[in-house]
């Protein structure tokens, strides 16, 4: 029997001392819950256009990848298990005519002051784990991926 996570490729966004979150359903707890705009591999494209496709559907901004955070195994309540490549990216442009996916409830820039007070509303630890990655300033080449 042969297992494999998922991949996944998120992203940390930050400008003006705050980070973007999306606000959007968890389907397995049926819940609200905030999260890194993140999604899966899709076939055909590499993880760097993932995360900027994922960026793009549910934030509606067009970035930058600058360079990457981390990667980590996440695994959530159901036993599924997500290899979640992290990156750091640059806000370019607001696309206001692009729609969200239609589990995004809302956009939200928060300081980080802020997300530490909504730790019990984020989809998981990794979320808040990413922002300190970030604020380490430990940023990996996006060349590491050919």
């Not at 359903?25 to 995360?51: M, S, Y």
């Not at 980590?72 to 309540?77: D, G």
Request: net charge negative; hydrophobic share 45%; glycine share 4%.
């Amino acid at each position: 029997m042969s297992w494999s996570p998922a991949i996944t490729a998120a992203t940390v966004i930050f400008d003006n001392d705050c980070y973007l979150l999306v606000k959007e359903i968890d389907k397995q707890r049926k819940i609200p819950v905030f999260n890194q705009p993140a999604g899966h591999l899709e076939p055909g494209e590499t993880i760097l256009e993932a995360a900027i496709r994922e960026t793009l559907e549910e934030t509606r901004w067009k970035v930058s990848i600058i360079g990457l955070l981390g990667i980590a195994f996440v695994h959530n309540s159901m036993g599924k298990t997500y290899l979640r490549h992290t990156f750091l990216a640059d806000p370019i442009e607001l696309d206001k005519t692009a729609e969200l996916d239609s589990d995004i409830l809302s956009t939200h820039w928060l300081r980080l002051e802020e997300i530490v007070t909504l730790s019990d509303q984020l989809r998981a630890p990794i979320v808040l784990e990413a922002i300190k990655w970030h604020r380490s300033g430990v940023i990996y080449p996006v060349d590491l991926f050919k």
